[in-house]
Every structure is written in structure tokens, then in C-alpha cells.
């Protein structure tokens, strides 16, 4: 069950659209909420449809993490494990490189700083959110692009949870398989679109034209207690010229008889020599499972010098 700080690692899957909208796909378009001083159109001009799609059907923020897989960069990371009253009780810090060379990378790690229990007594790590962490970012011994997992393995419990949380990021409003919430993560589905408002706006981001769709929960739901829904808030902006998503923030909270976490994420990507690739990372994250203790972490990755 331990699974909610998953979201970063990804491969974008493929769905059928109509089934995220219901039997009327045309029922989300009638309520976005346009902003009528910076988008002036009709319906029709606009089309409003696309913007949508857009967001669902986007393959350009998944392409650009897995950008990171094919350049040689710097990085650094910087983890806290904080205890109920927001004090950092563990840290991990760091700065990193990954050499990418004749299609296989390898990662060197400088300057590390470890404080309190990151690791137990035999040098493993001691809290999940590091353990994953790892996982998503860092690489260890010689790891080449050609080398692929046999398609006869048996996906992991693990795995299968990562099947599915990966939508939340790269595929939002797509009905992921979480154990326990349902469908609440289909966000534009014919039973969920009464729980939330939909807008779209135009923007400036870093002075750069942007159009600003959000996604948030209706006032009258914000209340955690009800647990009608999962995702609290979307915000994704895309370059007005290419569509490319350039920043994406969003919060998530929910709650069984099993687990409950509250998660927000910011991610900013950028265009560095013809590619874009995130350059700015946040994570700030508490979850609680039955028979264990609250875990709350925070971290930060920043990327640079890509060549």
C-alpha cells in the first residue's frame, strides 16, 4: 500500500478517450469556464475540445522525463524526513552526475551530506521515500538503453502499482486501478465532473505565453472528511505555440480504511538545446498506512549543465 510517492516514475499508456468522458464526450466541453478578458472567441473558434485532449492525450511531458534517460547532466537532490511538527529529524543531500555515453549511462555522487536515520545500521535506507527516490533518479553500475527486462517476467506487486499511479502524472483524468479509491482519479468521467470546475485562461509564464488549464475542487467539497475525491487540484500550462507542457502542479489527498496520504507536486520543464527536459523538481508528501508510521517527507531536484 505504500505507494503514493510513486508518481514519478512513469511510461505513458495509451487509452480510449471516449470511456474517460462517459456516453457524451461533448458534456466536459460545456463546462469549461473560459476566461473571457484574455481568450476572446466563441466556443466554436476556440474549440474548446482540443484543449482537453490537449491535457489527456498530451505525450510531451512524458517525452521530456524520458529525455533525462539520453543526456549527460547534473543534478542536485535534496530529501528531508520531517517529523508532525515540520522539523527535519533525516536528510540526504547531494549533487550527482550522469555520463551518458554510446547509448548506456552511468551516475557519479559528490558532496554528500547524510543526517539522522536516513540509513540503518547496515547502510540501507530507512525511510520508503528514499528508497523510491533512488529508484526514480538515481543510477547505479552501467545501464544501457538497449537492455530490456524480459517479457516473460511476472510484473511485481510493486509494478503493477506503478502501472497505474504513473497515469497520475502523465496522464490526468485517466481512471487509474488505485487500491481502494475507485474510479476518483478519472477527474473529466460523467460521475466525477459535478465535484469539480474547469477552467481555461491565458497566461504568462517566466514572460513566456502560455495557456493555463486548471482543475479544482468545487468549494462545497473541499472538505476532506467527505473523500469524494482524489485529485484537489490541476494546473497544467502549455506553450501557446507548440502545445508543449511547460509546468504542471497538482495536490491529491485521500483516505481509506487501509491508507490515507496528501501530496503536492511541482514540476517545471524547460527547452535546453532542441529538447525539453524537467529542470526543477518539488515533492512535499505525507502518508500514513495501517500498522506503520507516518511518514512525511519533502524533496527538491534540480537538473542542469545538459550536454
Excluded at 73 to 101: C, E, M, P, V
Amino acid at each position: 500500500m505504500k505507494f503514493i510517492t510513486l508518481f514519478l516514475l512513469v511510461q505513458l499508456q495509451f487509452y480510449n478517450v471516449m470511456t474517460l468522458f462517459g456516453q457524451d464526450p461533448d458534456a466536459i466541453y460545456q463546462v469549461i469556464e473560459l476566461d473571457s478578458l484574455t481568450i476572446q472567441a466563441s466556443r466554436e473558434d476556440l474549440d474548446v475540445k482540443s484543449y482537453i485532449d490537449w491535457m489527456i492525450q498530451d505525450e510531451s511531458f512524458y517525452t521530456a522525463f524520458k529525455n533525462l534517460r539520453y543526456r549527460s547532466y547534473s543534478f542536485q537532490n535534496n530529501i528531508h524526513i520531517l517529523d508532525k511538527n515540520q522539523r527535519t529529524i533525516a536528510r540526504y543531500a547531494s549533487t550527482a552526475y550522469q555520463k551518458y555515453d554510446q547509448s548506456c549511462r552511468t551516475m557519479t555522487e559528490m558532496n554528500k551530506v547524510i543526517t539522522g536515520d536516513f540509513m540503518d545500521r547496515k547502510g540501507e535506507y530507512e525511510y520508503y521515500t528514499a528508497k523510491l527516490f533512488d529508484r526514480l533518479f538515481f543510477t547505479h553500475g552501467h545501464v544501457c538503453s538497449d537492455t530490456m527486462p524480459s517479457t516473460a517476467a511476472v510484473p511485481s506487486r510493486m509494478e503493477k502499482q506503478v502501472s497505474e499511479l504513473k497515469k497520475l502524472m502523465f496522464a490526468p483524468g485517466t481512471d487509474a486501478r488505485v487500491p481502494l479509491l475507485g474510479d476518483k482519479t478519472a477527474i473529466f468521467s460523467e460521475d466525477m465532473r459535478p465535484y469539480y470546475d474547469y477552467r481555461i485562461k491565458a497566461d504568462l509564464l517566466n514572460g513566456q505565453s502560455c495557456y493555463l488549464f486548471e482543475v479544482e475542487v468545487k468549494p462545497n467539497f473541499q472538505d476532506e472528511k467527505t473523500h469524494k475525491t482524489v485529485i484537489k487540484k490541476l494546473q497544467t500550462w502549455f506553450d501557446e505555440d507548440n502545445r508543449q507542457i511547460l509546468q504542471r502542479t497538482y495536490h491529491l489527498t485521500g483516505k481509506t480504511i487501509a491508507y490515507s496520504f496528501d501530496v503536492t507536486m511541482h514540476v517545471q520543464v524547460t527547452l535546453v538545446k532542441d529538447q525539453y527536459v524537467p529542470t526543477f523538481i518539488e515533492y512535499n508528501g505525507a502518508w500514513k498506512v495501517i500498522g506503520k508510521k507516518r511518514e512525511i517527507a519533502k524533496f527538491t531536484v534540480t537538473f542542469s549543465d545538459f550536454k
